[in-house]
């Protein structure tokens, strides 16, 4: 099956500072990936579409300046939470759609559970 | 716009009770409908699809019909586990919007033993 990983699964970090956050497709290309966010007990809110080699699309409300989106390859999305405070502390979770096969399916990471003190 | 409703949770069985989880969405043309399952703590996981009208997806007991006359794509399981417990969430994929999935409030399911 198609396998997304995310790294790190958890970061604590000091409110000011920037998070990097990496989202790799293991086992097959996807030339398109998202950024969720989802708060407890909450359905996702889609943050961005990623494609590789090409500026991210944000959604409305998303601040693309706090909100960095780097897609440099066909298996590595980074997204970097710059100067973080305590309302960006939430569970980000990205996907990957596979180049060629099942072009319509996402497959999704574990998460990151950030967490700004 | 396309939009996806869920029942609302939590919803809460007994080991080997049967399950619906409702779900009807909204959208044009013929998207591709989804249920993805996410346990605590962890990201989400594609559970089934479906991609077109009367289509059956179907997986670990699981299985739903893509009911175009209804616009429903109700989530079914004859007989749950205690490791079903977790959130269910129905999606729709329509190609009008780029792709991306438009997903439903989430429904928890707990199952006890």
């Known amino acids: 099956g198609a396998v997304v990983s995310q790294h790190p699964s958890r970061v604590i970090c000091k409110s000011g500072t920037s998070v990097k956050i990496e989202c790799r497709s293991l086992?097959?290309?996807?030339?398109?990936m998202f950024w969720y966010r989802q708060f407890p007990k909450q359905s996702l809110m889609l943050m961005a579409t990623?494609?590789?080699?090409?500026?991210?699309?944000?959604e409305q409300g998303v601040e693309k300046d706090k909100f960095l989106i780097n897609h440099a390859s066909l298996t590595l999305s980074t997204l970097t939470v710059t100067s973080a405070h305590p309302e960006d502390s939430s569970f980000y979770i990205c996907?990957?759609?596979?180049?060629?096969?099942?072009?319509?399916?996402?497959?999704f990471g574990p998460g990151t559970r950030l967490t700004v003190l | 716009g396309n939009s996806v409703t869920q029942m609302e949770g939590p919803v809460t069985l007994s080991e080997e009770a049967f399950l619906t989880i409702n779900c009807t969405y909204t959208?044009?043309?013929?998207?591709?409908l989804f249920w993805y399952v996410q346990y605590p703590g962890e990201g989400l996981q594609l559970l089934l699809k479906?991609?077109?009208?009367?289509d059956k997806g179907s997986n670990k007991g699981f299985e739903a019909t893509y009911r175009k006359e209804t616009t429903s794509f109700h989530l079914e399981k004859g007989s749950v586990q205690v490791s079903d417990s977790a959130v269910y969430f129905c999606a729709l994929r329509s190609y009008n919007q780029g792709g991306k999935l438009i997903f439903g409030q989430g429904t928890e399911l707990s199952v006890k033993p």
């Open positions: 479906a991609t077109k009208a009367d």
């Open positions: 996907s990957a759609l596979q180049l060629w096969r099942e072009a319509d399916t996402q497959y």
């Open positions: 990623s494609n590789e080699g090409s500026k991210a699309t944000y």
């Open positions: 086992d097959f290309q996807a030339t398109t």
């Open positions: 959208a044009t043309g013929y998207p591709s």
